[in-house]
C-alpha cells in the first residue's frame, strides 16, 4: 500500500530561528549548522525522520545521505522516537565502581525495556551510554540531559515513582571536593584516615605542622 | 631528494610519498585505502613500514653516527602509513623487518576478521586485491572465532550496482571517489566503530559516474549489475579499447567471455579519461547481445526480407547500381564510425563519383578547431578560467571530470616509474573547489551548474545573441572606463534573458584567466551562428577551444571529409534527393514522412546491426558489426588519433564499414581503397602522411589539415521539407547518445528512457502533455522521448 | 613536602603558599553571572592584555609560565599559540574543546557550568595572542546545564561588550560560538573536533596539515583545553612568574586533578603540579573507600600503576608519570578497589573504547571495537581459556602504534599494563573459569 502525506516543513514559520541558527557559523562554514539542526528537530520531536532529514539537507544544499551519515556517527541522535522519559545510564568504570550495572539492572526490571527501547506508552526510554563525566558524583543518571548523581538505591526508585506519576524531581547538585562550595576542601589526611587500603596506605603527614 | 628504500638508493622529487619511493623501487607494500587520483587518507594502515631519517643539529649540520660517520638515523617511535608519509632528504624506509612483517600479518588479520571470505562464489574472485594482499601477506591463519559481522548482502544501491555489505573492508575509496572525483556526496558510511557500513539515501544513485566505484572497490562489496554472477575473472577477454559512446576518446576495457560483453571498465589513460568513465559508456553495451541482433544479410524477395549470403547481397547491389548513375547515390554513415570506415565509404562514393556523403549526426558547425587554439583535456585541467555552453556532463562525462579537476587547481600528476602516483600528497579529502574560475551557462540547469561561480541561465535558442553580448561585455572591459562600464550597463536583457551584470562577470572572469578554456557543446555548434558568435568571444578572452562534437568520431570523420560536396548533400536533403542510398547505422525512418519516402528509393540499403524501422524498409540489410566489435581508429575532442581494437563478441557474419566496402567492391569488380583496415591505413600515410598502425597506447594528437571535399556547384535545391522547423524545446542530452537506449535493459531501468523538456506553453501549442512518446529530430537524427 | 622550604618550588597544596586559582568560584552560588565575576575581579586580566599588552607578550608570557596543555597530550601551550602564522586578512580560530569524555575527567565541566566567564576571559586573551577572529566553544552534548550556562554567559558578555568589535577598545574584534556535541569521545581529538564542527562525520584528519596552518574551514586554527584556556587568565593575571613558581622542572603552574572510584571523597581537587599522588587521595580525598589494589593515573586511556608506595608517591607531573610508563593525561585519577575483578574492569574500559572508534582505521575497528571486546566477553563469562588470554595480550602488542589516531593505543595501553601488573587474574580466571574477586553489588542503598 503507498502511503501518501504531506509533511509540514519543521522551520516553516520558524524562519528567524533557522536564520539564527546559520548565522552563528560563517558562510564557509553552512554546514557547520548540521548538528544545531538535527538538535533542534531532535528537541521538538524526540527523533529526526526521515522527512527531517531531507529538509535539513536542503536547507545546507547537501545529500540527504550526508545528514544520515553525519547523524548515525552519533550516538545521541535519534531516528525513532524515545520517551517522554530518555534515561541515559552512565556504565563506564568510575560508574560502574559505584552501581551502574545493578541500577541499569533495577531499571531494566521497573520499566521493562531494554538499552535502546521505549516502552509501549512512550513515556519512557532507556540508553546505556558511555562516560558522562560525572565520574565524583558516580552513579549517574541523566534525564532528558538532566544530571541526577549519586544515585543511591533510594533515589533512584524515588526518581521512577516520580516520573511514572510524570513528574521530574529538581535536580540536586551534588558535589564534592574542591567544588563543595565556598569553603574549599581542607586535607583529611590530617584527621588520619587509614588502614583500610592494600598498600601504603598513608597519607603524607603533610600540612600537620 | 635522496630516499634509500630497503637497499636500494633513490632520487626523488620533493613530495613524494613513501608508499611511491617503495614502488617506484621496484619493491611492494600492500595497501587498500590509497588509490591513484584520490587523496591519501593512511585509513587501512596495511601500508606501515619503518620508517627513519637524519636530523640536522642546531648550526644545520646532520647528526653523525659515531661509530659509522655517516648521518645517523633517527627512526620514528611507530611505524608509519608509507601513502600519507612525505619523504624527506635522507630517508630510509624499510619494509621488510620483522616488525613490519609482524604489522603487515596483523592487519590481514584483522581486515579478515569480518570479511566473509566467500570467494568461491564473489564477481571479485581471481581479481580482488584482498585475496591478493592475504596471500602474499598474510599467515594464512585466522585466530577470530566469534561470529562474524552480519550484514546485507545484496543491496542494490542502484539497478546498475549492487553492495554486498559484509564484503566492505572500509577502506573509503568509494566515499572519497564520489566527494573528490564527481564531487557529489551520494554514498556515506553510516553509523561507527565496527558497526559502519556504507550506505545511500539517494533513490538509486542520482550521479553520472557511478560505476567507477566498481572499478576501484578492492573486494566485491562493489559489483557491477550488468555482470553479476556472469562469469569468473580468469575466464574474461579483455580488450584494450576506447569508448564510442562520446568523443571523449576514454580509455576502456571490454571484458568478454564466449562471444558476449560481460562488462565494461575503465583503463587508465593519463591524458584522457585517468581511470574513470562515466555510467553511460560502462553500462550501455547490453544491447550488443540482445536477441534481436541481426547475424546474416537480408535481401527483398517477394516483399519480404529473406536472410541471404554476404554473396548474394552484394551481387544484388551490384547489380542495382549498374543500373543506375553512381552521383545519385547518397551514403550516409553515423558519427561513430572509425576513421577507417570513413575511408571506406569516401572510396565507395569516390567510386560511384557521388557527392552525396555524409556522417550524421553533425552539427552545422566545424568541431574542429585549429590545432593551436584547441584545448587537449590536460589544458581543460590545469586551465584558471573556464566557460561551458551546455551540458558536458551528459554530452562527454570526462570532460566534466577534468573541468573538476581544474577547479581543484592540483595538474595532473607526473608519472613514475611504476605509472600513475598511488599517494598523491597534493590531493586532500574535501578539497575546497575555486568555483570562480568556472562559468556555465545553458538554456536549462544543467548539473554542472552545481559547481560554477556563475550560472548562466538563457533562453532556448538565444546561444548567438548571448555570446554576442558576452563578447560585448567583454570589450567594455578591455576599454575600460565608463563608456564601456556603462554601455555593458545599458544592455537590456535581450532574448537570452540573462542579467547583464552576470554577463559582465562570466566575460570577466574569463579574460582574467591566463590559462582559460571555453567549452561548447551541441546546444551551440548545433547552430552555425551561434558557434561565430561564441568563437568570437573565446577570440576576444584568448581561450582555448574545446569542442565537443555529438560522437565518438565526429572529429575524425570531419578531418578526413567524409562530407557532402555541397550543402544541399547533407545528410537530411540526401534523404529526399538521393535515388538510392547506402546507410550505415542510422534509422531517418522513424519519421513516418520520410520512411514514405525511403520507400520510393530505387535502392535503400541499410548496414545496421538491428532490424530498425529503416532496415526494415531496405531492399538489402548488411549485418553490421557493433562498436565493440570493430578494429580501427577515432579521433577524440581534442584531435587524439586512438586506436579501438575489436573485442571477441559473437555477431554472426556481420561486418564493419570496411568490411561492406570490400564486399560491394569485390561485387562490382573493383578493389576499393578501404577495404580493410591496412588498406585504409595505407591511403591515410599515402594522402596525409600520418601512420596509424602504430599509435602510442594512449593515443597521439596528430597535426593533420583537415580534407575538404571538392565542392559541387551543381546541387539540386532543397527541398522545402528540409528547411528546419523551429520550435523552442530543450532536449536533454541524454538524447544524444547512441540509440539503443531501450535495449540497455539496467541503464534504461536506472535512468528512464531520454526526455524532452517542453515549456508548458510550447507543450500546450504542440498538444503535447507529460508522459507522451513522441519523436523528434535532433541535428538530422530522429529519437524518441518521453515528454516532461 | 610543605618542609622544602619556602623558596622552593610549591609542589604541594600544603604549602602556605599555595592558593587555589582556577577553581576558586566553582561552587559558589551564582559565580556563574557577570556580575559575580565582575565583582571578583573577572575580565581585569583580559583588559590587562588586551589594553597593556601586545599579542606577542601574551604569548611570551604564557610561555614563559611553563603552561602545557591541560587536555591530555600535554603540549607547551605558549609554543602551540606561536605557531599561528602571521594574519593574512583572512578568518583565525580558537577553538575550545569542552568534549571531556575520557572517564575519569570531569574537571571541565565544572568550569563551564560554574565559572563560564572564566573560560570566555580565558579566550579572549587567547584570542588576542593569536589575533583571532572568532571562537568556538566546542562542549560534549551532554553537557546541557554547562551549554546553558556558557551560553548565556556569551551573551552577558557580549551585551556587556566584552565580546563583539573591538573589545576594550583595542583593536581585537572576538565572538564565540558554541557547538554542541552529541555522543561522541573521538570528538576529543581535535581534528576530529574539527570535523564535527564542519558538520561532518567525526573522524581524525591527517596531519600534517596542522592546525594552525589548516584548521577548522582550512584557516589557522588553535585549539586548547577548557583548562589551558581558564589557566591563562590567571598567568595574565598574576604574572608567569608567579605560575611557575609551582610544580616541577618541566610541569609548572597548579591544576585540575580528578579522584573517582574508591575513595572517600571523590570529585576535583586544584593543586599545584608535582604534588603526589598520596597527597591527592589521602589527604585530600580521605583514601580509599575500601581495599585498592590499583590506579589509574590520569583518565582511562593512561597506563595504571598497582596499589604501592612507589607509585603513591610519585609526583603528578608530565616527566615523572613518562618515566614511569604512564601518562599524566588530563589527570583524572581513578582507584580501584581490590575487589573489583580486574579483568572485568578491563572489559569495561575495552568496551568504551569500542563504542567510541570511529571506524576509520583498520586496528581499531576491528581490533578494539570488535574482536578484544568479544575476548573479554568469553573470559569474563567464565569461557575463556589460557588461549584467550594470550591471544589478548597478543592484539594489544600488535595494535599498539599503528593506529590512525591515538584512541586506539588509548586503548590497549592500559590493556598492556593490567596485563603487566595483574596477569594472574587474568590466568585465574581463565584456568577457574570464576574472578579471583567477584564483588559485583557496589550499588549503594
Ligand atoms: C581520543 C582523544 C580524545 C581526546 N579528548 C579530549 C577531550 O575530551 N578534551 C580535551 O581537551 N582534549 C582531548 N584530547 C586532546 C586533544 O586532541 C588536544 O590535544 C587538546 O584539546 C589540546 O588542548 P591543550 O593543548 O590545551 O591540551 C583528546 C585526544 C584524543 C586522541
Ligand atoms: S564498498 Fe568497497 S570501496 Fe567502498 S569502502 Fe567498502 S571495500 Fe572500500
Ligand atoms: S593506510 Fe591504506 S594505503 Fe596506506
Known sequence: MIELQTVTPFFEGKEERLDEILNRYPPEGRRSALMPLLWEVQNAERHVSEARMHEIADILGINVTEVKGVMSFYSTYYEYPIGRFHLQVCSTISCALAGSDQMYDYLVEELGIVNGERDAEGRFSIQKVECLGSCGTAPVLSINDTYYERVSRSRCAHLVEAMRKDELPEAWRERGSDIEGSQKASPVGTSGARGDDGAGGTPTGGGQD | MKVKVNEVELDLKPGTSAIDAVFSAGDDVPYFCSQEYMSPIGACRMCLARIGAPRKDKDGQWVLDEETGEPKIFWFPNLMATCTTQVMEGMVIDTRSEPVKRAQNSMVEYTLINHPLDCPVCDKGGACELQDRSYEYGSGISRFEFDKRHQEKHHALSELITLDRERCIHCKRCVRYFEEVPGDEVLDFIDRANHTYISSEETGLPNNFTGNITDICPVGALLDATSRFRGRNWEYHHTPSVTMDDATGSAVWIDSRTGRIERIKARLNPEVNKTWIDDGTRFGHEYVDDESRLLTPLIRRGGELVPASWDEAAAFVAERLSGMSGKDVGIAIRADSTVEEGIGALALAEHLGTGQIDHAPRHEASVVAPLARRATLTDLATADAIFVAGDVTEEAGIVDLRIKDALKGVAPPELMAHGVPIADLRLKERQPRDERMLTVAAPYRVDLMRYAGVALRHAPGQEASLFRDLEAALKATTTGGDAGEARAGETEPSGHGVASSDIRTAAERLKQGERAVVVLTGAVLASKDAATAALAFATAAGAKLMLIGPMANSHGLEVMGVLPSHANYAYPAMLETAKALVISHLDPAQDPDIAERLKQKDMLVVHDSFLTETAAIADVVLPAKTVYERDGTVVNLEGRFLKVIAAPVEGGTSEDLTGVVKRLGDALGQRLEGRSVRSAHRVLRQRMSIDLADLPEWGEILDVKPVTPRRDTSAPAMAETVKRRGGNVVVTASMVRPEYAYLNRHLLAERGGPTLRVNPADAQAHGLTHGDDVRLRVNGMWRRATVK | ?445
Open chain 3, 1 to 445: 613536602m610543605a618542609d622544602a622550604g619556602q623558596n622552593g618550588p610549591i609542589v604541594s597544596r600544603h604549602d602556605p603558599r599555595y592558593e587555589v586559582s582556577i577553581y576558586r568560584y566553582v561552587g559558589v552560588d551564582g559565580a556563574h553571572t557577570l556580575d559575580f565575576y565582575r565583582q571578583h575581579g573577572g575580565y581585569d586580566a583580559a583588559r590587562k592584555a588586551l589594553t597593556t599588552m601586545t599579542p606577542e607578550q601574551v604569548v611570551d608570557e604564557v610561555k614563559a609560565s611553563g603552561l602545557r596543555g591541560r587536555g591530555g597530550a600535554g603540549f607547551p601551550t605558549g609554543v602551540k599559540w606561536s605557531f599561528m602564522p602571521p594574519p593574512d586578512g583572512g578568518p583565525r580560530y580558537v577553538l575550545c574543546n569542552a568534549d571531556e569524555s575520557e572517564p575519569g575527567s570531569f574537571k571541565d565541566r565544572y568550569i563551564i557550568e560554574d565559572d563560564p566567564h572564566q573560560l570566555i576571559e580565558g579566550m579572549i586573551i587567547a584570542a588576542h595572542a593569536m589575533r583571532a577572529t572568532h571562537g568556538f566553544i566546542y562542549v560534549r552534548g551532554e553537557y546541557l546545564l554547562g551549554i546553558e550556562r556558557t551560553l548565556a554567559a556569551v551573551q552577558e558578555a557580549r551585551a556587556a561588550g566584552l565580546l563583539g568589535e573591538r573589545i576594550f577598545g583595542s583593536d581585537l574584534s572576538f565572538d564565540i560560538t558554541i557547538h554542541r556535541g552529541a555522543g561522541a569521545y573521538i570528538c576529543g581529538e581535535e581534528t576530529a573536533l574539527m570535523n564535527s564542527l564542519e558538520g561532518l562525520r567525526a573522524n581524525p584528519r591527517l596531519k600534517p596539515p596542522f592546525p594552525a596552518a589548516s584548521g577548522v574551514y582550512g584557516r589557522p586554527t588553535t585549539i586548547n583545553n577548557v583548562e589551558s584556556l581558564a589557566s591563562a587568565v590567571h598567568i595574565i593575571n598574576r604574572g608567569a612568574a608567579w605560575f611557575a613558581s609551582m610544580g616541577t622542572e618541566d610541569s609548572k603552574g597548579t591544576k585540575l586533578y580528578q579522584v573517582s572510584g574508591t575513595v572517600r571523597r571523590p570529585g576535583v581537587y586544584e593543586m599545584p603540579m608535582g604534588a603526589s599522588f598520596r597527597e591527592l587521595v589521602y589527604d585530600f580525598a580521605g583514601g580509599p573507600s575500601e581495599p585498592a589494589k590499583a590506579f589509574i593515573p590520569g583518565g582511562s586511556s593512561t597506563p595504571m600503576f598497582p596499589w604501592e608506595d612507589r607509585f603513591l608517591d610519585m609526583s603528578m607531573d608530565y616527566g615523572t608519570l613518562a618515566k614511569n610508563g604512564s601518562m599524566l593525561g588530563t589527570g583524572g585519577v581513578i582507584v580501584i578497589p581490590r575487589d573489583k575483578c580486574m579483568v572485568d574492569l578491563m572489559f569495561n574500559l575495552v568496551r568504551f573504547y569500542a563504542h567510541e572508534s570511529c571506524g576509520k582505521c583498520t586496528p581499531c575497528r576491528e581490533g578494539v571495537a570488535h574482536w578484544m571486546p568479544r575476548l573479554y566477553q568469553k573470559l569474563v563469562e567464565g569461557l575463556g581459556t589460557q588461549e584467550d588470554v594470550d591471544l589478548i595480550e597478543d592484539l594489544a602488542n600488535n595494535i599498539r602504534g599503528t593506529a590512525f589516531c591515538p584512541l586506539a593505543d588509548a586503548c590497549v595501553m592500559p590493556v598492556q599494563a593490567s596485563f603487566k601488573w595483574f596477569r594472574d587474574e587474568y590466568e585465574y580466571l581463565a584456568e577457574h573459569k570464576v574472578p579471583k574477586y567477584s564483588k559485583n553489588d557496589w550499588w549503594q542503598a
